[in-house]
């Protein structure tokens, strides 16, 4: 046997570890039926402008990144991305969200999206926290 750290793992071994955990939980009945979900907002010369990415699993949204370009935050730019994503969601069969963010971040603006702080991570940056938040959709 030989362990190996590796910062480029290829897709290959990655999917072959994937494998592995799909055979174990495989014995409960659960897969791990991973499907991305990306929204995008782009100018009128095509240019991304702001966006969203993430996943669906089993009953979940996950949010992975949200970004809206500086020159227009405040506008709702952020809101309808969310709306559009969580729509999505639902249509695929999920009943909740969950996101992570940093307290240099946006969590009053999930809050005021109807997420719920779950759980926090301290010193993640150093003298930041990390916000760990679900939804009900």
């Known amino acids: 046997m030989k362990i190996s750290v590796e910062a480029n793992p290829t897709q290959a071994d990655k999917d072959a570890v994937l494998a592995l955990l799909n055979a174990h939980n495989g ?24 966006g969203l990415s993430g996943y669906t699993l089993w009953n979940w949204l996950k949010i992975e990144i949200l970004a809206v370009s500086p020159d227009i935050r405040t506008k709702g730019l952020g809101r309808s991305l969310i709306e559009q994503a969580e ?12 996101l992570d963010t940093f ?30 938040m679900t939804k009900t959709l």
């Open 27 to 50: 014995r409960f009945g659960i897969e791990w039926e991973q499907r991305p979900l990306a929204v995008f907002a782009k100018d009128e010369d095509g240019k991304v402008i702001g």
């Open 87 to 98: 729509n999505e969601a639902r249509s695929r069969g999920c009943q909740f969200s969950f």
């Open 103 to 132: 307290s240099f971040q946006a969590r009053p603006f999930y809050e005021r999206l109807g997420y719920k702080l779950y759980g926090e991570l301290p010193d993640f940056p150093t003298g930041h926290f990390r916000y760990f």
